[in-house]
């Protein structure tokens, strides 16, 4: 498996970060609105710099205001449409956290080539939207009136932040989709004694030329940029925002350090005192885990029932969003510590994975709190100092002799695993002298796999039809219980069936049968009748039948030639499938492909198909054990998957027995 440590320390080096400190101000950013329209700008036809553009922004301007309980931003953009296909960019989608922002204020108007205006007079819609790969989120949209090629859009509004908002993701994102010409940011930071925050901020990736952001008289941090590219997307790539133009604002209650590690000291100290005044009650703990084991069990049979029963607990962090009305009527007070937590029977994820440690240790582990950084949105480097990036905890027990990870408050995770976003990434381990840091272990792919067995038929008429089961385990299992917990069974039957209408390269009636189990962290197992009309291929006397059955994912995967950023998985994965057909009668078996193995350390594909006594059977597998692959590979991939659509194509050869007999 390749070194993920020293790949991701490789790609983080690569990227430029600088830093800075800043003050505090006191004064309102500008104000948003419409602006003036050039001349040149009605007559542009293209940009010389984004040759071949659709469209290109003008002119974009975000301002962002951290004050506590006013907190916003401010967004404008102005937009020429160059061609017919830019014409998309009228439907507009301004993404945000239900949670914890809404958007507001919104202004739009059409400015056609002649120099008139339209003023948006339509409806915003609420949605959710479902981007490649599963990624969904919130967004408000609307779409632009009589948008033509040479038209300018122009619009702007307001993300208002919730009340306790203090601007611990403050950011801005200056990459954009579409090429930029000018843009300017401005930052009025968080002002207050309580609590009283420092505040630093880093760059990377600023385009060429660019005076890095800076603090002016009137306190405000502010940028100007010019002739950012357009930023390009491929699947499977690195967080975006590790790869986008942007600024981070890094807010601390702690001091900024010259020595990143004198930092790291100081926070791990008063981590550690937070999490040991939670976890700090020994007694109470004894006597519930006196009611978990009992005397004679193993260590990992002690450890497993009590990770059991924390799952058990009801995790808030799971539930849907509340409202502040219904929060305040159901009067829940988050616990105060362990013993809390367990007599109320809820609490929030970190809480849960803290109860963990609190009756491992109890129960005689040597166990301790670590907080990680989940890499869903960023890699971590404990250079930057941003202690808001350790960002979800896992406890680290040591059993049987071995080091293992642990986080129960991540719901549907197996015992012995972490989520996928906390696999392979860095990590503080608390203790009273401010701690050390590892680095969480990454399963191997056959720990995350979908196991398909299809028992299937020829009719007579070339359809296959026939009964599948699906058996999802590891990461492959929890990241499906996670995304459609909120769904009801509806939506989880229609769920399943996508999936599976997904794998198969052809069109096909799909029908859930059972009820898979959606509660526990078991493997999820989902059974289906399915039909596939026309899979075999009549060739005069003969009929052909192609072995990927469920081979679709990976029929138009890495086809570009050209790789700008590095590979990416979310985590190492394996596909195995088994599937058996019968034959009408007066048919067999003509010949079968040869056998494909291909093995490696790394990657690697096996596909048999037999002649099983007049029964075809078909055996694939698929294995991913890598997680981050450097772009300068990507050749060697990419020739891999083409080995494995050109064997997924092969065709077994069948044909009627009086044919044969005859010859």
């Not at 108007?109 to 599963?134: C, H, L, M």
């Not at 991540?410 to 203790?431: I, Q, R, Y």
């Not at 490696?600 to 981050?628: C, F, P, Q, S």
Request: aromatic fraction near 12%.
């Amino acid at each position: 498996m390749l070194n993920l440590r020293l790949l991701l320390r490789r790609f983080l080096f690569s990227l430029t970060l600088l830093t800075t400190i800043a003050s505090f101000p006191t004064l309102a950013p500008a104000s948003v609105g419409f602006q003036p329209v050039s001349p040149d700008e009605l007559k542009m036809t293209s940009e010389p710099k984004a040759p071949g553009a659709m469209a290109v922004i003008l002119f974009r301007e975000v301002d962002r205001d951290d004050t506590a309980r006013t907190s916003h931003e401010d967004v404008y953009f102005r937009v020429k449409i160059l061609t017919e296909e830019g014409r998309k960019y009228a439907d507009i989608e301004v993404p945000f956290d239900p949670g914890q922002t809404n958007v507001i204020n919104i202004h739009a108007r059409t400015i056609e080539p002649d120099g008139s205006a339209v003023n948006f007079g339509g409806q915003v819609f609420e949605k959710q939207i479902v981007k490649a790969r599963g990624l969904k989120y919130m967004a408000k949209t609307f779409t632009l009136p009589n948008v033509q090629v040479g038209s300018i859009l122009e619009y702007y509004y307001t993300i208002d932040m919730n009340d306790q908002w203090i601007g611990y993701s403050s950011h801005w994102i200056i990459s954009h989709e579409l090429f930029t010409k000018d843009a300017k940011f401005s930052l009025k930071p968080y002002a207050g004694d309580n609590p009283p925050l420092s505040l630093r901020w880093t760059w990377n990736q600023l385009p060429p030329g660019t005076t890095p952001p800076a603090q002016g008289g009137n306190h405000f941090v502010t940028l100007e940029v010019h002739d950012v590219p357009a930023f390009q997307t491929e699947d499977y790539m690195p967080p975006e925002n590790e790869l986008k133009s942007r600024v981070d604002f890094i807010y601390s209650e702690d001091a900024f350090e010259k020595d990143w590690q004198v930092y790291w000291k100081k926070r791990g100290k008063k981590l550690n005192g937070q999490l040991e005044g939670f976890v700090g009650k020994k007694g109470a703990m004894e006597q519930a885990v006196g009611q978990i084991v009992a005397p004679g069990d193993t260590p990992e049979v002690k450890l497993r029932k009590i990770y059991d029963r924390v799952q058990q607990i009801r995790n808030t962090s799971y539930e849907a969003e509340k409202t502040a009305q219904e929060e305040k009527r159901e009067k829940e007070k988050p616990p105060s510590n362990v013993e809390d937590l367990w007599k109320k029977q809820y609490g929030s994820g970190v809480e849960l994975t803290w109860l963990f440690l609190a009756l491992a240790r109890a129960a005689g582990f040597d166990a301790s709190g670590v907080w990680v950084a989940d890499r869903y949105n960023y890699f971590f480097s404990p250079q930057t100092m941003d202690s808001q990036r350790l960002d979800a905890n896992v406890v680290l027990v040591k059993l049987n002799g071995q080091d293992v990870y642990f986080d129960p408050g991540a719901a549907f995770v197996p015992f012995g695993m972490l989520p996928w976003s906390e696999t392979g990434v860095g990590g503080l381990k608390l203790d009273k002298d401010g701690g050390s840091w590892v680095q969480t272990t990454l399963p191997p792919s056959a720990d995350s796999a979908i196991h398909r067995k299809a028992e299937l038929k020829f009719t007579e008429n070339g359809d296959l039809e026939g009964k599948l089961t699906v058996t999802y385990t590891g990461l492959e299992s929890s990241t499906r219980r996670v995304e459609e917990r909120l769904a009801d069974d509806t939506a989880r039957k229609k769920y399943l069936e996508d999936e599976v209408k997904g794998w198969i390269p052809a069109a096909c009636d799909v029908d859930l049968t059972n009820k898979p189990d959606w509660k526990s962290s078991t493997p999820l197992v989902a059974e289906f009748n399915i039909k596939i009309p026309g899979w075999i291929a009549a060739a005069g006397k003969r009929a052909l039948f192609t072995v990927g059955l469920f081979s679709a994912p990976e029929k138009h995967l890495f086809d570009h030639s050209e790789r700008v950023y590095p590979v990416y998985f979310s985590f190492p994965f394996q596909r195995d499938d088994d599937v058996t057909v019968d034959l009408p009668l007066g048919w067999q078996i003509s010949s079968v492909p040869s056998p494909q193995d291909n093995l490696g350390h790394v990657v690697g594909y096996t596909m048999h198909a037999e002649n099983d006594k007049g029964t075809l059977h078909v055996k694939r597998l698929l294995n991913m054990d890598i997680l981050l692959l450097e772009q300068k590979y990507y050749a060697s991939l990419r020739s891999f998957f083409q080995m494995v659509r050109t064997s997924d194509e092969k065709q077994v050869i069948l044909q009627p027995i009086a044919t044969s007999a005859s010859k």
